[in-house]
């Protein structure tokens, strides 16, 4: 079992940026591929990025690639995104989500979530 717990979100304006993290229960979070995804209102929930356990993997949505950067700290069973050069497109709710072996690319693949964290950017 492993618990998510995110953190970092606000109110940001275009242009600026936020670092997100999210804390992980469990003895064995270096065995779980971390993914943060995010929901705007009215949309479904989207891939952002993916780090496979041994953080050797990496990948983004194109939609923020270059942009956010996803890293994590086994040592201290957490995860982080990265976000710079925010636009109102990058408002929603942020998700961070473990699931064991390799990445994932849709909610589906995915055995634990966050209860979520508000990102909002003005323009």
């Known amino acids: 079992q492993v618990q998510l717990v995110e953190s970092g979100g606000g109110l940001v304006q275009a242009g600026g940026s936020l670092r997100l993290s999210c804390a992980a229960s469990?003895?064995?979070?270096?065995?779980?591929?971390m993914g943060w995804f995010r929901q705007a209102p009215g949309k479904e929930r989207e891939f952002v990025a993916a780090?496979?356990?041994?953080?050797?993997?990496?990948r983004y949505a194109d939609s923020v690639k270059g942009r956010f950067t996803i890293s994590r700290d086994n040592a201290k069973n957490t995860v982080y995104l990265q976000m710079n050069s925010l636009n109102t497109e990058d408002s929603a709710v942020y998700y961070c989500?473990?699931?064991?072996?390799?990445?994932?690319?849709?909610?589906?693949?995915?055995?634990?979530w966050g209860q979520g964290t508000q990102v909002t950017v003005s323009s």
């Open positions: 780090k496979s356990w041994s953080a050797g993997i990496t």
């Open positions: 469990g003895r064995t979070f270096s065995s779980y591929a």
């Open positions: 989500a473990a699931k064991w072996g390799g990445l994932g690319y849709v909610t589906s693949a995915y055995d634990y």
